[in-house]
């Protein structure tokens, strides 16, 4: 059981929105940074978001994150085929001495 | 340009030891700004945290381990070589998962936000 909770899947059409949640407490999304990642298949993980909404260089403005109280937000807009992956969440959590990630949301581009 | 790369066994057999040993390109370790991870991710699973070491002295290092793993767990940094290592022991098929070497997107005290990974490397757990 994962300490931030994620839906398990989620599914769009190209071009169009998705959004991905990240539930927590007060001891991580609460009052720590979150980053999101994007997984693909035999490859490592990569960062999109870090400090809840700053993406990282090279990344598209169509991925953007926000964070309110102990819940996250990853947004994916106008999407491609491309974008079909496994997403997480991860931060610190301060009363665990851990970092902690999501148990992963499953993107399908219908 | 930063590079990492993850060294080591590929199968473990249970109630061994696991060891990998991360070399680190394009950066130096030693008495380094920034946080070196360790994360590991089993098949169809999500990653899991397992350690992190930053190098601040000849002999001294800061070094978090996860509290899941902490009871098995070493992890190490030989500044003169730009490697640090991971060892696990006691392993059972649960460990069984790639293994990844990390760097934070920022330097300490941030410990997560791995911008910068290895390629990983398929520990397998079996006899």
């Known amino acids: 059981q994962s300490v931030l909770t994620q839906p398990p899947s989620v599914s769009a059409a190209p071009g169009q929105k998705v959004t991905i949640s990240c539930s927590g407490g007060?001891?991580?999304?609460?009052?720590?940074?979150v980053s999101w990642y994007q997984h693909l298949p035999g490859t490592a993980p990569k960062i999109l978001i870090r400090d809840n909404s700053e993406r990282l260089s090279g990344i598209p403005d169509r991925f953007s994150g926000s964070r309110s109280g102990t819940s996250a937000t990853l947004v994916i807009t106008g999407l491609q085929t491309g974008d079909e992956a496994d997403y997480y969440c991860?931060?610190?959590?301060?009363?665990?001495?851990?970092?902690?990630f999501g148990g992963g949301t499953k993107l399908t581009v219908l | 340009q930063l590079q990492l790369q993850e060294s080591g066994p590929g199968l473990v057999k249970p109630s061994e030891t696991l060891s990998l040993t991360c070399t680190v390109a394009?950066?130096?370790?030693?008495?380094?700004?920034?946080?070196w991870g360790w994360v590991r991710q089993a098949p169809g699973k999500g990653p899991e945290w397992i350690g992190s070491?930053?190098?601040?002295?000849?002999?001294?290092?800061?070094?978090y381990y996860s509290p899941s793993l902490r009871s098995r767990l070493t992890i190490s940094v030989d500044a003169s070589r730009n490697q640090f290592s991971l060892r696990l022991n006691s392993v059972t098929a649960a460990d069984t998962a790639v293994y990844y070497c990390a760097r934070p997107s920022g330097a300490y005290p941030l410990i997560h936000s791995f911008d910068v990974w290895g390629q990983g490397t398929l520990v397998t757990v079996s006899s």
């Open positions: 070491v930053r190098n601040i002295g000849v002999t001294d290092d800061i070094i």
């Open positions: 007060t001891s991580n999304i609460g009052t720590n940074f």
């Open positions: 991860g931060t610190w959590d301060s009363s665990l001495t851990d970092v902690v």
């Open positions: 394009g950066d130096s370790m030693s008495r380094s700004s920034y946080y």
